[in-house]
């Protein structure tokens, strides 16, 4: 009703009358008055003037995330239907699971403005704030074998890239992957800092996999990040200096997964996309340190494979070696890259 309300008032030439709309949607004035209220909370600005009715307010630049916003910019066929948006949630990486307990659909996207709990890589909490950024989450249930689901993430973070490729920032800002799935910045050549990070969680029955929860949190519009994490974080507008809509921002990223995804799916590996995520990866050419568990050592990064590993050339002029995305983490050997 409240999305229909909007609609009419979008597509209006100038002003509607409380009247107008009630006979347009077929409720009384009180619910057309609600639900304007309601329009007003979630940062709608609606004119109302005594004998005219209602306007809405045209403002191209308006940042509102909420489900309508979304869906209205997805050109997909099932990433994102449905969304699912929540002002404040815990995680929606745990909301995702519990919907699928409940047997929700392939492609059900849980989106939430603050997260109470957001949940990061290596059991972090990952910070979540009010109003400024987009935390989301993606079912999928991909009949693949369990050794493949860390691509998901790989695959999530093209996806991101090229989102980001979409919003034609100037060349001074550079956006890059950091292996495998870390989104950073630079500007002006500095270096590159995090303001994007993946979670996928899976959940296996037997030995298959059951479900696969992509879970993404962009620093978009944030003014500031923690002190102690400056030097490796950052956020887009602090980057930019220019605040986004993040709504846009959200279904772009479910544009550019669906068919990525569609691509890896049907090749069985990351070839179709594998030269778009090389050329996006800011680690290719550069010292790395490898925290294996099983010893330490640094090397330069030379290439992705297939398998979406990592191949380093060890300082130590040993055998290249194929880095796998499992419990192993690179860092650089300058700063967060
Ligand atoms: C990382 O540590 O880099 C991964 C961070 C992933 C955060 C996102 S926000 C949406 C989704 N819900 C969560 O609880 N975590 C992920």
Known sequence: MKNRILQALSEADGFLSGQELSNLLGVSRTAVWKAIGKLKEEGYEIEAVTNKGYRLVPDQERDILNQAEIEKRLTT?????PVIYEKETGSTNDDIMHMADEGAAQGTLAV????????GRRGRTWLSPAGKNVYMSILLRPQIPVSEAPMMTLIMALATYEMLQDLHF??????????????????????????????????LEDTEIRDVTIGIGLNLNLESVDPELEETATTLYLATG?????????????????????????????????????????????????????GEFTGIAKAVTSGGELVVTPDDGSEDRRIGTGEISVRGVMGYV
Not at 176 to 184: E, S
Request: hydrophobic share 35%.
């Open 77 to 81: 066929v099932w990433a994102g239907h």
């Open 112 to 119: 939430a403005s603050h997260q109470t709990a957001g949940k």
């Open 170 to 203: 100037p060349e001074r800002i550079r956006f890059g992957i950091k292996w495998p799935n870390d989104l950073v910045v630079s500007v002006d050549g500095g270096p590159y800092k995090k303001f994007v990070g993946i979670l996928t969680e899976m959940r």
């Open 242 to 294: 220019e605040k986004v809509n993040r709504a846009e921002i959200a279904a772009g990223c479910w544009n550019h997964f669906e068919p990525d995804y569609e691509a890896y799916l049907s090749a069985g590996s990351l070839e179709p996309l594998r030269e778009r995520y090389s050329s996006a990866l800011v680690n290719i050419g550069r010292k790395v340190r490898i925290l294996d568990p099983k």
